[in-house]
C-alpha cells in the first residue's frame, strides 16, 4: 500500500473559479478525513466520513464547499465560487475504527491551493 | 473547547544538543496526541502516536511524554542533526478529529 494520495498536488485558479480536489484513502481505512491548514498555522478540521456518510462537519466548511465520498473509497472536496481567503494546504487524513481506539490519521502530501 | 499551545514557536540550536519541545492542552479527555514533522511546503510526517493511557513513545532520538492530569506533553530529540530541522506539530485526539498547536520551527544549526 502506498499510503494516503491526493491530486492535484498544486492549484492555481482565479478568484470565483470552482475547484476540485481528490483524495485516495489507504484502502483499508474506513476512515476519511479533511484538514485545512494556512501558513504558518497548525491544520483545522474541516469534515471527516466513516464509510460513505459524512458524519461531521466543521463551521469553517461554508456553504460554498462540499465534499463527497462515494461508495466509501475515495473523497473529493469542491470549493465553489473560489475566494482569496480560501488559498491554503487542503490535506487529507484516512484511519481506521480500529478496535484498539488508536485512532491513528495518516496524513496525504496534501493539495496547495492559490486564489488569485 | 479544546486549545492546544506549543512554545516556544520557534528555536535554533547547534548541531549535537538535546532539546525538548513543548505542548500543552486545556482538556485532558483526549483519546491520544501525536507529535508530527513538516516540512517546508509539505505534508505532514506522523512521529509518534501516544495513546491517552500511555506515559511515554519512543522511537529512535525521538521520545514523547504525556502528561494527561497536567495537560502537557514533550517531544525530546536527542543528539539533533540538520536534517531535524523543520516544524514540529502536536495534534490531541479527541474521537474523529485531531485539534492542533501552532507549531515549533526548529533550526538546527551544522
Known amino acids: 500500500d502506498t499510503g494516503v494520495s491526493q491530486d492535484p498536488r498544486h492549484k492555481i485558479t482565479k478568484r470565483g473559479q470552482n475547484v476540485t480536489f481528490r483524495c485516495d484513502p489507504i484502502s483499508e481505512h474506513n476512515r476519511l478525513y479533511w484538514y485545512r491548514q494556512t501558513l504558518g498555522q497548525g491544520p483545522e478540521f474541516l469534515t471527516y466520513?466513516?464509510?460513505?456518510?459524512?458524519?461531521?462537519k466543521s463551521r469553517l466548511l461554508s456553504d460554498r464547499f462540499s465534499a463527497e465520498r462515494p461508495k466509501g473509497s475515495f473523497s473529493t472536496l469542491e470549493i465553489q465560487r473560489t475566494e482569496q481567503g480560501d488559498s491554503a494546504m487542503y490535506l487529507c487524513?484516512?484511519?481506521?475504527?480500529?478496535?484498539?481506539?488508536?485512532?491513528?490519521?495518516?496524513f496525504g502530501p496534501g493539495t496547495r491551493l492559490t486564489v488569485t | 473547547k479544546q486549545e492546544v499551545t506549543q512554545i516556544p514557536a520557534a528555536l535554533s540550536v547547534p548541531e549535537g544538543e538535546n532539546l525538548v519541545l513543548n505542548c500543552s492542552f486545556t482538556d485532558s479527555a483526549i483519546y491520544n496526541l501525536q507529535w508530527f514533522r513538516q516540512d517546508p511546503g509539505k505534508g505532514l510526517t506522523s512521529l509518534l502516536l501516544?495513546?491517552?493511557s500511555q506515559r511515554e513513545q519512543t522511537s529512535g532520538r525521538l521520545n514523547a511524554s504525556l502528561d494527561k492530569s497536567s495537560g502537557r506533553s514533550t517531544l525530546y530529540i536527542a543528539a539533533s542533526q540538520p536534517g531535524d530541522s523543520a516544524t514540529y506539530l502536536c495534534a490531541v485526539g479527541r474521537n474523529y478529529q485531531l485539534i492542533w498547536g501552532a507549531g515549533t520551527k526548529l533550526i538546527i544549526k551544522p
Open positions: 487524513a484516512s484511519s481506521l475504527l480500529p478496535a484498539d481506539s488508536s485512532y491513528e490519521q495518516y
Open positions: 466520513f466513516q464509510n460513505e456518510a459524512q458524519l461531521e
Open positions: 501516544i495513546q491517552s
